[in-house]
């Protein structure tokens, strides 16, 4: 079992869903954690959770599209726990729209949250761990249609692909001080903001499940789990890469032929 004793990590988008469940995570695995995002209420939830369960949470309000924030944020987690050995970028923002009617100001929210937000903060942590000679991991939460493509979430797709390139790029630049980038890119997730999001209704939703091979969506715990294991040393030899966890959505549908999910089971087998 991945252990991270002694560590200490920023995540942000931490007051809630896959954010929060990871901030859990990585504290239940022994690490000290600072959660980050633009609600205090929610972060201090988790924090309070944390040191429930006897580990050590810092929580720092802040917009990951501000420079200047974010930074403070960085300097806020060093200053608490004396060190930096990562960070989870989950700060996201997305809604469906197509694309002719996107407006301006909906495509700059989009993309200012989830490929410029996750700059300024790869940058910020990385360069602290850069400057004490910490080595490190770096993982952030993408989706899928960063590379498939998905219609109604141009912004978000470009924003992902983005931060895809981004991972991969400083993979290969920051191995020489021993920091490892990688991505998580999980299938529909339970959690409150993605289904006002994405699935507003029952009918929606019957629709995203019935998208996933697997027939369920996946829990925000199980996504902590393996932002967990891409930090620790267990994937040590692992960057620049994509763990795809989305019960097989990403590998399409049927096309061609009668559905084979209606077809009725054969009633006896060949021997």
Known sequence: MES???????????????????????????????????????????VADVERQGGHALAHPADVRDPAAVEAAADA?????????????????????????????????????????????????????????????IVSVIATYAWTGHPGTVHSAAA???????????????????????????????????????????????????SVPLNRFASAPEVGDLVGLLLSDRAGYVTGSILTADGGQSLGTQIYGPPIADAAAPTASAQ
Not at 83 to 112: C, K, T, Y
Request: glycine share 14%.
């Open 77 to 137: 987690a060093l200053a608490r726990f004396g060190r930096l050995d990562g960070l989870v970028n989950n700060a996201a923002g997305n809604f469906v729209a197509p694309a002719e009617r996107l407006s301006a100001n909906g495509w700059r929210a989009v993309v200012d949250i989830v490929l410029n937000g996750t700059w300024n903060c790869t940058s910020a942590v990385a360069r602290r761990m850069i400057e004490a000679g910490t080595p490190g991991a």
């Open 4 to 46: 991270l004793a002694g560590r200490a990590y920023l995540v942000t988008g931490g007051g809630t869903g896959i954010g929060a469940a990871t901030a859990r995570r990585l504290a239940a695995l022994g690490a000290s954690v600072t959660v980050v995002g633009r609600r205090g209420e929610p972060l201090d939830a988790v």
């Open 160 to 210: 992902k692909a983005g931060v895809v390139a981004m991972t991969r790029t400083l993979a290969v630049e920051w191995a020489r001080y021993g920091i490892r980038l990688n991505c998580v890119a999980p299938g529909p997730t339970e959690t409150e903001g993605a289904g006002a999001a994405l699935w507003a209704d029952d009918a929606d939703r019957e629709r995203v499940l019935a």
